[in-house]
Structure formats: structure tokens, C-alpha cells
């Protein structure tokens, strides 16, 4: 009787143990559930005054924010870590509920946290069409790009593309750190490296290899820096020879997209990108507009520019319509899209098949694609954006697997469309005028790339966009991208990264919000505040309200980077219902690097913005024998 009664206690309690069991698995399953990525920032640790701390120390310092705001243990928490970061932004990803945030806000050291967004994708002949030409001209002079080291941040990259051999390319320079996760065999002098985000931890690659499963990243890579492949064609158009370009630098791949984009794994691979040495970085992705301390890309971007590292990044496939555009921080250059001379005939089968049917020179080229997103800017009204525009429709570059059946070969192309394919362009672009200038400042190349852009188009006629209306300069920005030009634009508007912190002040961000971005305390009564417009941009923005009657003034200072001995006169256009006055007209420089300011004022004449029109736009430039240095000018009336 009694080991009978012993035995169905054993069982109760066996029953009971399983119970609990299978309860803490369905209580952590929930709690699993209701968790979410957040992007955490924070204050540098008080005992560290530079970037030289270790990773150990970092790490250590954001696992505390986690170990005191939870009933879990450390191990645990431990394992909720996504990301750590330490080059572009001070700060984590971590798996967390929102109580566990509400309880980590009131640790000291803490700045903000938001939860992470997932942003998407902005989805030859191209080289010919901007001039660049195999043995002669800006090719030559940088040797095509050579010794400069271009990130690109998509879906990974189809290695054994021909596409990416290295062929003709030098080996990394000394100062590349990066590594590759592909085999040795597919490794090379041209892909330096590739990483995979997706589903790391701790900021820390995978491990395994960035295979391309989509196709937009080898199409990005390939464009920004692919080495020349002969017979490159898709669906029996585009036939010659596809090339990158930069197509003797070197590409360093970073896989943070699939079906989307993961702020924290795009945040991490950009603090990557800056360890390894990256010289530009290329990200045709983005979300929509929000303010820069809220935006991983914007704070990346800036951390990157800290380091000298060039940053474009696509203006968005939300056009025609004006206010639609990603990646407004002045920081970056802001992509638009354009199509070339070349035009795709296209038919349809019964079967709703498209097929591409032979190609045609259109000589009202460039004009701006109708889905490439437009200005003004919405997070920063006095900065023009988009920057620039380039190629982005019908472009044919390397894609991993046969679009059309039509080889049994590694040389793989489709033809796609978007600023996802005009941002790898000026990527490209900027490596070139990186390898001709390796002093040159972010600012200065991107000041080059838009003081030098053809407004008009092959007719000498103003651009248009695909409906053939005029396009205006919230499409175009300053203009569409010459590199021959651009290698020598004569003058240079040079922004340094600490000119930003007056400009964020004025933007009214809380000294918090600025931490966020420059990832150091500003106090900004200190610094001092600057309106948007007053920031050394190669561009002009302004805001006029209906009863404005004052005027506006704004400076401007440029560096002579032409010949020592130069004088450059003022030509301006003047937007409608406004004046227009600059001192001095004329800059006479003396020597090399010289730097000269001059004022601008712009007065509302009467009845500015009571007249439907929304906005004005004209241009001012500098214009020398040998050179023209150009800033658009964009004025919005606001009738508010």
C-alpha cells in the first residue's frame, strides 16, 4: 500500500515538473514573441575620451544598460544582443519589450531609443554616355579607380560573376583591415571583402559567405566597380562591353538586405565598413524622411564622413511627386535617377511576357526618371536635395543567374531601373575623383560632382523629365553628373564634420538629439547656430514667407583648386519675384588653395508667394576661361 502510494506521488510530482516545464517554455515563448529590435543610444563612457577604447570596453558598458533593466539573468541577457557598435555611432541593438526600454531610460548614460525600422531597396552603356572612355581622359588619369576601396551595402554579390575579376587590379592598400568570407578561390584582388549581417550578433559578421540570393547587390557592385566583360547583353539588347565605373578598384561587400533592410544590420555594417577602410560608401536603400537623429543611415553616414569616407545613397523611387525623397542629411550625396541615350524598344506577348526589342538613341537625354524621388527637403528645407542626378533606368549590369536563357556561362546581365542604380554610379564617380584627389575632403568631392553638372541635355536644350516637361530643380538638384568635369571643377565648397554642430543647432534638435548624430556632448549655446541655408553647401534653399519683408543673408566660401593665377566674374539668375544682390562680383585668386567668402542677399520683392506660385529657382555661378562653377538656387514661398 504504501509503494503504491509512493509511486503516484512520484507520478503527481513527475506530472507536475513536466507542467512547469512545458508552462516556462510557453512563458518564454511569449515573451519572445512580444520582443522587438530597438536601436539604443547612448553617452560615450565617462572614463573614455577618445575612439581608442577596446571592443571589450564598449561591450561592456552597453551590456550593463541591459543586465540592470531586467528580472532576467545576465546569460540571458546577453543573448538579446544584436549589435554593438563603436565607429559611426555609440550605441546597440538589443531584443527588448518596451518595459525593459521604459526601465533603461532612466540609467544614467542614456540618450534615446526607437524601435528598428526595416527600410527598403531603391530599385553597358552607361560609361560611354558620361564621357568615360577606355585608354584617355579621367579613365586614364586615375588609372580607373585604382587603390581606392568601395563599400557597398545590399543583398551580398554573386562572387564568381566575370564581372569581378581582378584582373588589370593592384593588390588592397596596407591600410584595408577588412576580410572576405567567400573562399580563397573566389576572393581576389577586386573583392577584398565580404561580410554578412543578416542575423549576426553583437556587430560581429556571421561568418558565412554573402552569396547574392536577389541580384540588386551584384547589380549595384557591378556598377559602381565591375571590371570589363565583353559581349555583355540581356534579353539580345545592350550588347558590348559591361564595365563598372571604377573598374580597377577594389569592392568591399556588406549583405544587410533580403527581403528588406534591417536598420541595425545596415548600422553595423557601416561601422564595418569604417573598421576594415573603406574609402566610399554605397547604399541604394532607404527609408522615408524623418529627422537625422532618428535615421541609422544619416547617423552612419556621418560617423563615416568623420573618417574622410564618401557616402551616397539613393534619393528614392517615390517621384514624381515633390517632398518624397530618403537620405536628406547634407553629409551624403542624395542620388536621383536619369536615363541615358540609349533607349530600350519594349513589346508585350499575348502571354504579358516583356521583351526588350532593339535599342534607339534618344537625343532629348538626360531626363529625369519619372519615379525618382524629388525635393524640397522635408527634414531640412534650407538644403537642396536631391544633390545630383545619373543614370538609373534601363541599365545593364551583372546579375547572378540567366535572365533570358541565353547562356550557359558565368557572364550573367539583366536590365533594371532605379536610383538603386544611379547612387552605384556616383559611388564609382566619387572613387575616381578620390584616386585623382586623395586630399580632397567628402564635401569637396561631392562640391565638384554638383558645382560641375551639365543642366542641359544632348540637344543643348534644359533637362526634361520622362513626360517632357521641363524639370525643375527639385528634380535634378544641381544638375546631371559630368566626371571629367567634376575631376576639375575649378572651385570647391569644403565642409568640415564640426560645421555640421551649428547646423544641427539650428535645426532646434535637443542637444540629446545632436549627441545621437556626432556622437559627442555639444552644448549648443557654445557652438553657436547657423540657419540651414547658412551651412558652406555648393547649393542654395530658402524659405520666404508671405509677408517677408526683410532680407535674407547668407555667405559662401570657396577654395581655388585650379590654376593659381584665377578670375572668376558672377553670373546669376534670379528666381522669380525675388532680388538678388552678391559682394564682391568678381573673385580674384593668387595662389592654389586660396579661399575667398562672399555675401549673398536675397530680397522678396511684393507680392513673393501670394501668386499660386509655389517656388522660385535660378542659379549663381562663377565663371573663369577655363572653368563654370555653378549653385542652383531654389526659393519656396511659403503662404502660410
Known amino acids: 500500500m504504501e509503494t503504491e502510494k509512493g509511486m503516484a506521488l512520484q507520478v503527481i510530482y513527475l506530472v507536475g515538473l513536466t507542467f512547469m516545464f512545458y508552462l516556462s517554455l510557453a512563458i518564454a515563448q511569449e515573451e519572445q514573441n512580444n520582443l522587438q529590435t530597438y536601436i539604443i543610444w547612448v553617452e560615450k563612457p565617462v572614463s573614455q575620451n577618445s575612439?581608442?577604447?577596446?571592443?571589450?570596453?564598449?561591450?561592456?558598458?552597453?551590456?550593463?544598460?541591459?543586465?540592470?533593466?531586467?528580472?532576467?539573468?545576465?546569460?540571458?541577457?546577453?543573448?538579446?544582443?544584436?549589435?554593438?557598435?563603436?565607429?559611426?555611432?555609440?550605441?546597440?541593438?538589443?531584443?527588448l519589450m518596451p518595459e525593459e526600454v521604459k526601465a533603461m531610460e532612466k540609467k544614467e548614460g542614456f540618450v534615446s531609443a526607437h524601435p528598428e525600422r526595416i527600410l527598403p531597396l531603391q530599385t553597358t552603356h552607361s560609361p560611354d554616355f558620361l564621357g568615360l572612355h577606355q585608354g584617355s581622359g579621367l579613365w586614364e588619369q586615375t588609372n580607373y579607380g585604382e587603390g581606392v576601396i568601395i563599400g557597398v551595402l545590399d543583398t551580398g554579390v554573386a562572387p564568381y560573376h566575370p564581372s569581378f575579376s581582378d584582373e588589370g587590379v593592384s593588390p588592397p592598400p596596407a591600410k584595408w583591415k577588412g576580410k572576405c568570407d567567400f573562399n580563397a578561390t573566389l576572393c581576389n584582388k577586386k573583392l577584398i571583402g565580404a561580410k554578412d549581417f543578416i542575423g549576426s550578433s553583437k556587430g560581429k559578421p556571421t561568418g558565412s559567405a554573402p552569396f547574392d540570393q536577389d541580384g540588386h547587390g551584384t547589380h549595384t557592385s557591378s556598377t559602381a566597380a565591375g571590371n570589363f566583360v565583353e559581349g555583355a547583353s540581356a534579353f539580345g539588347v545592350a550588347n558590348g562591353t559591361a564595365v563598372g565605373m571604377a573598374p580597377y578598384a577594389h569592392l568591399a561587400i556588406y549583405r544587410v538586405c533580403d527581403f528588406g533592410c534591417a536598420e541595425g544590420d545596415i548600422l553595423a555594417a557601416m561601422d564595418a565598413a569604417v573598421e576594415d577602410g573603406v574609402d566610399v560608401l554605397s547604399l541604394?536603400?532607404?527609408?522615408?524622411?524623418?529627422?537625422?537623429?532618428?535615421?541609422?543611415?544619416?547617423?552612419?553616414?556621418?560617423?563615416?564622413?568623420?573618417?574622410?569616407?564618401?557616402?551616397?545613397?539613393?534619393?528614392?523611387?517615390?517621384g514624381p511627386y515633390h517632398g518624397s525623397l530618403s537620405n536628406e542629411a547634407p553629409w551624403i550625396l542624395t542620388v536621383g535617377a536619369s536615363t541615358t541615350d540609349r533607349i530600350l524598344n519594349l513589346t508585350s506577348t499575348p502571354t504579358s511576357t516583356i521583351l526588350f526589342n532593339g535599342a534607339a538613341s534618344d537625343p532629348l537625354a538626360p531626363k529625369v526618371a519619372t519615379f525618382s524621388s524629388r525635393g524640397p527637403n522635408t527634414a531640412s528645407p534650407g538644403i537642396l536635395k536631391p544633390d545630383i542626378i545619373g543614370p538609373g533606368v534601363d541599365i545593364l549590369a551583372a546579375w547572378p543567374v540567366s535572365v533570358d536563357n541565353a547562356t550557359k556561362s558565368n557572364a550573367t546581365f539583366n536590365i533594371i531601373s532605379g536610383t538603386s542604380m544611379s547612387t552605384p554610379h556616383l559611388s564609382g564617380i566619387a572613387a575616381l575623383l578620390k584616386s585623382s584627389h586623395p586630399d580632397w575632403s567628402p564635401a569637396a568631392i561631392k562640391s565638384a560632382i554638383m558645382t560641375s553638372a551639365n543642366v542641359l541635355n544632348l540637344a543643348g536644350l534644359p533637362i526634361v523629365d520622362q513626360r517632357l516637361n521641363r524639370a525643375d530643380v527639385f528634380a535634378i538638384g544641381a544638375g546631371h553628373v559630368n566626371p571629367t568635369k567634376a575631376n576639375d571643377p575649378?572651385?570647391?565648397?569644403?565642409?568640415?564634420?564640426?560645421?555640421?554642430?551649428?547646423?544641427?543647432?539650428?535645426?532646434?534638435?535637443?542637444?540629446?538629439?545632436?549627441?545621437?548624430?556626432?556622437?559627442?556632448?555639444?552644448?549648443?549655446?557654445?557652438?553657436?547656430?547657423?540657419?540651414?541655408?547658412?551651412?558652406?553647401?555648393?547649393?542654395?534653399?530658402?524659405?520666404?514667407?508671405?509677408?517677408?519683408?526683410?532680407?535674407?543673408?547668407?555667405?559662401r566660401t570657396v577654395r581655388n583648386v585650379g590654376p593659381a593665377s584665377s578670375t572668376y566674374n558672377l553670373d546669376l539668375l534670379v528666381p522669380h519675384k525675388m532680388g538678388m544682390s552678391v559682394n564682391p562680383e568678381v573673385l580674384t585668386f593668387t595662389e592654389v588653395n586660396q579661399e575667398i567668402t562672399y555675401h549673398v542677399e536675397f530680397i522678396a520683392e511684393d507680392g513673393a508667394g501670394k501668386d499660386g506660385v509655389a517656388f522660385g529657382q535660378g542659379y549663381l555661378?562663377?565663371?573663369?576661361?577655363?572653368?563654370?562653377?555653378?549653385?542652383?538656387?531654389?526659393?519656396?514661398?511659403?503662404?502660410?
Open 621 to 640: 555661378r562663377w565663371v573663369s576661361d577655363k572653368h563654370n562653377v555653378t549653385s542652383p538656387i531654389a526659393v519656396i514661398f511659403d503662404s502660410k
Open 51 to 95: 575612439f581608442a577604447q577596446s571592443h571589450e570596453d564598449l561591450e561592456s558598458w552597453y551590456q550593463s544598460f541591459l543586465s540592470e533593466t531586467s528580472e532576467n539573468s545576465n546569460q540571458l541577457m546577453k543573448q538579446r544582443m544584436v549589435h554593438t557598435y563603436r565607429n559611426v555611432a555609440i550605441g546597440f541593438a538589443a531584443k
Open 284 to 318: 541604394s536603400l532607404g527609408g522615408p524622411s524623418i529627422p537625422f537623429y532618428g535615421d541609422v543611415i544619416a547617423v552612419g553616414a556621418f560617423g563615416a564622413t568623420q573618417k574622410g569616407i564618401f557616402v551616397s545613397c539613393a534619393a528614392g523611387n517615390s
Open 490 to 555: 575649378g572651385l570647391i565648397y569644403d565642409t568640415q564634420p564640426k560645421d555640421y554642430i551649428p547646423y544641427l543647432c539650428g535645426l532646434n534638435y535637443t542637444e540629446k538629439e545632436i549627441q545621437i548624430i556626432t556622437q559627442q556632448k555639444v552644448n549648443c549655446s557654445q557652438v553657436g547656430v547657423i540657419p540651414e541655408a547658412q551651412l558652406n553647401y555648393p547649393s542654395f534653399s530658402i524659405k520666404i514667407g508671405s509677408n517677408e519683408s526683410q532680407s535674407q543673408y547668407y555667405t
